[in-house]
Structures are given as C-alpha cells and as structure tokens.
C-alpha cells in the first residue's frame, strides 16, 4: 500500500500538458467505426477530487477487451494535464501518448483477446460554456456548484474515455468532494465515508479497490468519499456527476415507480417549493404510460432530477440523473403555456430512458431518430396519459414548435431528417429544427399512417429485443413493419422513409373544388415543393375540414394525397359546396398548406366562428407564410389579427398572433412604418384587457402590450405603471414584466441615463443573483450611446475573459436594436471584420451565439454583399458558420422583397389590405 501511496503522489508531481488544449479536435464516424471493431466488453472506475478551486483532478482505470492489434487506438480526453499513464501494469511516459485530446494507447502494449487495464491520473479544469465538468458560483451565497454534460462529445472533456455511443460501458464512480456537498451520479451512493486530515477510510479505500488513486489526488481538507453502485452499460454522453450544497425533495415511495428526488441550488429552493408535487406527479404518470405503451418497466433504478445554473439546453436525460435549465423556476406566476412546456420537457427527457438510453444509437446520424421520437411521444402522453388531462391541449404547442421546422426547412442549409454526419462537430451542430421539430412531425404522420396500435406493438418488440444495446433506423423501422404485417395492413415504410427522412425540404398542398349543382363535382389538392428543398412530391394522410356558412366544421379523415402535383379526392364527390375549405385540421401532416382565394377570404373575415382554437392557428399560421413568402404585405397578417383579437378566447391564439405581429412589424417592414402599426394593435390589446376574465390569458395580454410599447409615449405609460405599481384594473406587473419594462426604457434615447439608472438600482436592490446580473447586463447593453457599445464591443473580442459563455450571450442579446439603427451602423463593418477571427479563436458556441445577436439582420444590398464575400472567405470546415451565413442572406432577400411590397402597399395610402383589395 505504502508503495502505491507514494507512487500516487510522484506522479502527481509531475505532468504533461497537452499542446493543443485550447484547439478543437473531433471525432470521425470511421474513427469510431474502426475503434469499435477494436474494443470489445469495457468498464470504467472513476475517481474524482471535486474542489471548490478552478481545477480539480482524477484517476480513471479502463478495463477494455481488446479484440485485435491496431495502430490507431486511443482514449479521448480534452484534459489539461495528463500525470501518469499505465497500460497493463506498465508506466507510459504521458508525454509520448498525449496530444491532440488523445491518449495513444501503443499496439505494442495492447494484449489482444484479453482485458485490458489503463489507468490514468490527470487534472483538469472546471467549464465556463455548459461543456464537461461546469463550475458556477452562486452570486447570492457563494456556494459552489457543479453539474456535467455530455451530449454530443463532451464526456473526454471531464475524464478519458472511448467518447462515441456504440461503446456502451459500466461506470463505477467515486468522488472526493467537501463534506457539506451533495453529489449525485447515475446511481445512488453504496458506501459513504468522512475523510479528516490524516486520510482516515483507508480501509474503506482499499475494499474499493481506489487507494492508489485516493493517495494520489489532492483533496479539500474537510473531505467526504462516496462510493456509487455499478452503471448499467451506458453510453459515455449519458454519464453524470452533480455536485454541490444541492436542496433535496423527496417523493414518497408510490407502488413500484423508482424512487425519484428533485434538485435545486439552495438560493432557489423557495421557487421551487410551489411546483415539487407537479413535478413528481407529472413524472409518475409519464413512466405509468410509458411502460404501458412500450410494454418495458423502467429500466433504471432511481430517477433524481436536478435544476442546474447556466444551463445550455432545456434538459438532458443523463441516466437517473436528468439536469434541466433553470429557465423552468419560475419566480412569477407561470402561464398555463409555461406549465405545458414545464410538463413537456419532463415527459420528453423521462421517454429518453427507453429510447436513447435503454437502446441508443451506433452513431449521430440517428440522433433525429431520438430527439424526434421523444419530442413527439411526449406530447402525446401529455394528450393521451391517464392523470394528464390539464395538458390534453398540448397538439396546439406541438404546431406551434413546428414554425421552427418550417422555416429551416425552407432555407438553402435544409438537410434530410437523416443526415450524413461525418464527424463530432457535425454531431453538435444538428440540434435544430430539422432534427427536433420535423422529425416529431413526421412521426406524428406515421402514427396517423400505421396507427396506435401497431405504432406501440413495434415499439414493445424494439425495446424487447434491443435492451441494453446500439442499433440503426432499419431496426426499428423492421419491428414497425412486423407489426404491420400481424395486424395485415399494407404500408411501404421503405418508401416512407426515402421520401420523408432521406429527402430535404417540405411541401406545399392547395385545395381546389369544381362545383356542379351546389354539389362538388371534383375535389382538387396541388402539390409542389417549397423552395431549397428537393424538388419532389410524398405521400401525405391528413384530415380535410369543409366549412359551411357560420364555419361549422365537417372533417374527413384518412385522405391520401399522392405523390404526384395533383391529386383528385373521390371521397369529398357529392358533398355540399362548402364555403370554406382547410387541409390538414388536427395537424397530422408536415406541409405548408395553401388557402384558395375563396377560404382566405372567408377565414379573414370570420376566422373566430372556427370552433377548433387549433384549427384557426392553422389557418393564421397559412396567412403568416404568405407574408414570409412575399406573397402578400405584412398588412395582410395584421388585418387577421386585428379582425379576430377583440373576439378570441383562446390564450394559445391571442399569445402566438401577437408574437407573429411583433416579428412581422419589427422585422418585415420599413422601420417608418413600424410604430404606426405597433399603436393599432396596442390600442386594441388596451381595449380588450378590461374585458378579459381569464387570469392566463390576461398575463399574455399583459405582455404582449409591452412588447408593443414601441412609442415613447407608450414607454411613458408603462414607466407610470412601474411607478406607481398600478396597471389597468384587474391586472399587475409581475417580475418577468417590470423587467421588460425597464429594458425598453434603456433602449429609448429620449430617456435619461439618470432616470434609466434609479428604475434599475430600484428593481435589483438586495437581489444577487445571477439572474439579476444576467438581466442588468442586457439593460446596459441597451443604453443607446456610441461609447458603450464601443467598450462593449471590445470585451466580447476579448479572448482572455473569463467570463461565463451565458453572461456574455445575456449581454450581446440586448446589444442590437431596431430604434438604435443609427448608433449601431459602424458597427456592421465591425462584424464582417471580425466574424472569421471570432470563428476562429472561440468555441462553436460562443461563434454561434455572436452570430446570433450581433450579425446585422437590417435589410440592405450592401449588406447581402458582404454576406457573399464573408461565405466565400469561411473555411469549409466551419459548417456552423457557413449555415448561419446563409441563412441570414437568405432572410436579407426575403426582407429586401418584403419591404418593396410595403412600400407599394403604403404609397397608396390604404391603411387596409382587405379595403385596397375590395376596390
């Protein structure tokens, strides 16, 4: 033992850095191809010493079956040093075998047909970007806080590792961490031991088979060991470790679910409190569904969710250890939309234990496959789960996520469902709309297309038959076509699958009727491709809905479109002329759909006699794409929402009618135009809340006043408000509202820095944390003065910060905007002549984010050309930014073309589109 210790602690003496830390490095499919052929059965002990310091260190012993010689097989691990490195028993000077986030394991020391043993010591730094290990300090009480994230490649950030899903591996963690911390992993804790100053837990250490690595990494002073119980084989991005002073609630034990707790820093457990009980009960009747539907209990043995700081994404699905943002605490009272996102996310990330974590994919390529399917299951189980009738609404957010889909779909950077994805870096860069939103929607039109039944029999085979393993598309595309045949129904899902999920782009489908007699005579559905898509037609199911006088809905399901450019629809002969026609009513389809002239002018005039609330967002969604498409001016939009706002009772309606204004004013037209507008629909939004009785729809009218506030007249009122504390009657500012208030007051030229600055002093008094530093960064980076944004502008050049990936994207979100575009035009060369520098010394995020906030998105030729010359001068191999780039000319051409319809619209003097077109 004595000699172990002692070689613990030289080695940690010693150390070799890897030159290309700071780079990027990726991992390629054939790598992964080739190293999976290499290694067979693996697992994994890891030791970590969590310190409160900005570096912590660790010892990880691989023990992997090799399976044949190979010259080019290593660990992954971005770490900053490597101390030691034994493969088999024998010392490896680090300094030969590490480079380049690699860890060269020599074909000379490989024992082939055998286990394999590496061991290596190595110190690391804690993450400012959500990648890796995340350090966060907590502003209000200086507690520390840690939380990892693996997902796409990011595991080798924290430990080395084989980091590709086809190596699935059992994990045995320990942590050295202060005493005073929670720390939770994949499993729960087996054994756990106080550690003083004289090492006491030697014992304990020696059973665990770890004192040579104990001995050898430093450890705070007042230090607690925790020994956890054996993974499952998992994939390495499924891996977790959180650690910190965490809150903890408990759910009692219920029958047989796993026994669950949920997190929270310290500073918010209060927020928290109020929704526990929701949170726990929506969780249980997920895996109570789930298990029915995929005919498999819940494969793992406990399930704790975790709220963690300056998260990246929504969630993640880390086995039994699922983190979420700390965007779902709310500290105001949610709307009912915010509780079925809340119930979303739960229910999306609790499906992902059967379908990404039981059964994962050999590759990114099939990462659609599970960000689709849990997408789309989990709103079905908010639609059909027993006890989750309060979310039985849910088909209404799942069309409203799907703009997302539409309009990166509609851009030249498309790309098939299944992508081709060649390495790591493309891995990390197909999180979007194409692989979340449209790959759930063509999951929905399959479920329509094969039905409940057979689309849950193939999935009770799929996770029978795959537990624990990795698998491709044709797998589970088999088990649905086994289910098929039992039940004797004819779908070609080879088909399906080439069209749907090999093919980029959407389709769009228009009605048209020949009548005879008052009776229709032929029934008529175009097709053609939207633009930058592939040009071809698909099979589509969907439901057509006719409209009689007063809009009385009168459906037919299962209607086939061919895929051919028009389809004639026998089963619609002889019905009634209707006076109104809609495709696809209950939203099974993934299509544009078009409005006859006929439809459009009867939707536009009496759209609120639609029952469906669903169905009239569909039919408002349609109008929108006109005006995106440059078919029609922005007026034609406004005109629906303003003849349908006094009238509508739905809050889903009312909240993404609004949203659409606000984009298509401060973004489709001429900023002359824009104020003009913005005070008709804040004029009627102020005649209809003294109506309103409905306390959610009321908090969306609320704020969608403010975001209207676009005169300095209107900003003025809301100051009043913020003053006094008195709003119209029966309404009051909330946090998230006086919030938007003050950043508009910062924005505005005409108010005093010294009256900007004592509504913000006033606001934060007392408040530390970090969402009040987040909040004051994006007030000042609105003040509308040339040296602000000049210093501001600076620090985000500023390579030497350490500032977190969040505090910097919190600040260039309210850097850019429309009333600034004066004090903001230098800073438009500035971006051309820095983007390729930023790109090049800044992590893909960070790049990402920048582009986002900063790149000039105002309409102009110039503009669009230097586009051009900054894409041609992008490296190929930079494909996030070369996508970002073109799709911002893409939205230059569509806005140029959209400010030329309004100019020709408005020179008339016509303040109506439907007066205009009446003449």
Not at 296 to 324: H, L, R
Not at 394 to 421: C, G, M, N
Request: net charge negative; glycine share 4%.
């Amino acid at each position: 033992v004595s000699t172990q210790s002692t070689w613990g602690f030289q080695i940690m003496s010693k150390g070799y850095n890897d030159p290309e830390f700071k780079g990027k490095v990726e991992l390629t499919m054939g790598e992964a191809e080739e190293r999976k052929q290499v290694v067979g059965t693996v697992s994994y002990t890891l030791v970590l010493s969590l310190l409160k310091k900005a570096k912590y260190s660790g010892y990880v012993k691989v023990q992997a079956e090799i399976l044949r010689e190979s010259e080019n097989l290593f660990l992954d691990f971005k770490g900053l040093t490597v101390s030691s490195v034994k493969m088999n028993g024998e010392d490896i000077d680090p300094a030969s075998v590490f480079s380049h986030h690699r860890i060269k394991l020599p074909n000379a020391k490989l024992q082939v047909g055998r286990v394999n043993t590496i061991e290596v010591f190595f110190i690391n730094e804690y993450s400012n970007d959500g990648q890796g290990l995340h350090h966060f300090t907590d502003p209000t009480d200086n507690e520390n806080y840690l939380y990892s994230q693996f997902e796409s490649f990011f595991a080798h950030k924290m430990f080395p590792c084989f980091d590709q899903p086809s190596i699935k591996a059992t994990l045995r963690l320990r942590t050295i961490s202060p005493s005073n911390w929670v720390v939770i992993g994949n499993e729960y804790e087996d054994e756990t031991v106080h550690i003083d100053k004289e090492g006491t837990a030697l014992k304990l250490l020696h059973k665990a088979d770890i004192l040579p690595a104990m001995e050898g990494l430093a450890r705070e002073e007042d230090a607690t060991l925790r020994i956890f119980k054996e993974t499952p084989k998992i994939s390495t991005y499924l891996y977790a470790v959180v650690a910190g002073p965490y809150e903890i609630f408990v759910k009692a034990k219920e029958g047989t679910l796993p026994p669950m707790r949920i997190c929270v820093r310290k500073s918010l457990k209060k927020y928290v409190e109020k929704d526990v009980e929701e949170f726990f009960y929506i969780t249980a009747r997920g895996i109570e569904y789930y298990e029915k539907f995929f005919g498999y209990k819940f494969p793992f043995s406990k399930y704790d969710q975790i709220y963690v700081p300056e998260f990246n994404w929504g969630a993640m699905e880390n086995v039994g250890c699922v983190t979420y943002t700390e965007n779902l605490v709310f500290k105001d009272a949610a709307t009912y939309q915010q509780y079925v996102r809340f119930a979303n996310v739960i229910l999306h990330e609790l499906s992902h234990h059967w379908f990404g974590d039981l059964v994962t994919m050999k590759w990114w390529n099939n990462l659609w496959l599970n960000e689709s399917f849990a997408t789309f299951i989990s709103f079905l189980c908010m639609v059909k789960g027993a006890g989750l009738e309060k979310y039985n609404t849910a088909w209404k957010a799942f069309f409203l996520s799907k703009d997302r889909a539409y309009r990166e779909d509609q851009l030249p950077t498309t790309h098939p469902i299944l992508a081709q994805v060649m390495n790591t870096e493309e891995a990390e860069n197909i999180f979007d709309g194409i692989t979340y939103q449209k790959g759930s929607s063509v999951l929905k039109q399959l479920y329509y297309l094969i039905g409940e039944e057979v689309f849950s029999e193939g999935l009770k085979e799929y996770f029978g038959k795959y537990q624990w393993s990795n698998t491709e598309l044709a797998d589970l595309i088999a088990c649905w076509q086994n289910a098929l045949e039992k039940h004797k129904k004819t779908v070609d899902l080879g088909k399906w699958v080439d069209s749907w999920l090999k093919k980029a782009g959407t389709n769009e489908l228009t009605p048209e009727i020949v009548v005879k007699d008052g009776k229709i005579a032929e029934f008529k559905i175009h097709q053609t491709s939207a633009p930058h898509g592939e040009k071809l037609n698909r099979n589509h199911r969907l439901i057509v809905g006719l409209y009689d006088a007063h809009l009385k809905e009168k459906v037919f399901e299962n209607i086939l479109v061919e895929d051919k450019e028009t389809t004639i629809v026998p089963q619609l002969v002889g019905v009634d002329e209707p006076t109104a026609i809609f495709l696809n009513v209950h939203d099974y389809d993934y299509a544009k759909i078009r409005l006859d002239p006929k439809s459009l002018a009867v939707f536009s005039k009496e759209l609120n006699l639609i029952e469906n609330p669903l169905t009239r967002m569909m039919v408002m969604r349609s109008v929108w794409d006109m005006i995106r498409d440059c078919i029609e001016p922005v007026a034609k939009y406004l005109e629906l929402v303003k003849s349908t706002l006094l009238k509508e009772t739905d809050s889903d309606y009312i909240m993404s009618a609004v949203n659409y204004s606000y984009i298509a004013i401060a973004g489709y037209m001429p900023e002359k135009y824009r104020i003009r507008e913005a005070e008709e629909l804040y004029q009627l939004i102020l005649k209809k809340m003294p109506l309103e009785k409905d306390e959610n729809t009321k908090k969306i009218l609320l704020s969608s006043l403010i975001s209207l506030s676009f005169s300095h007249t209107n900003k003025l009122t809301l100051l009043g408000w913020l003053e006094k504390g008195v709003t119209i009657p029966g309404y009051a500012l909330q946090r998230r509202d006086r919030h938007e208030i003050i950043k508009l007051a910062y924005l505005d030229t005409e108010i005093t820095m010294e009256a900007k600055e004592k509504l913000l002093l006033k606001e934060i008094e007392g408040d530390k944390s970090d969402e009040i530093a987040r909040f004051k960064l994006v007030c000042e980076a609105g003040f509308p003065y040339i040296a602000n944004k000049e210093k501001l502008w600076k620090w985000y050049l500023d390579t030497s910060s350490t500032e977190s990936d969040k505090n910097f994207e919190a600040s260039m979100s309210g850097f850019m905007h429309w009333q600034q575009s004066e004090i903001l035009k230098p800073f438009t060369q500035k971006f051309f002549d820095c983007y390729l520098d930023v790109c090049e010394k800044r992590g893909t995020r960070f790049s990402k984010f920048f582009f986002a906030y900063l790149a000039p998105c105002h309409p102009d030729s110039e503009v669009l050309k230097k586009y051009s010359e900054l894409y041609e001068k992008m490296p190929k191999k930079n494909i996030v930014a070369r996508n970002s780039i073109e799709a911002a000319m893409e939205d230059q051409k569509r806005l140029l073309k959209s400010y030329e319809l309004c100019e020709k619209f408005y020179s008339g003097k016509q303040l109506s589109y439907f007066t205009t077109t009446s003449k």
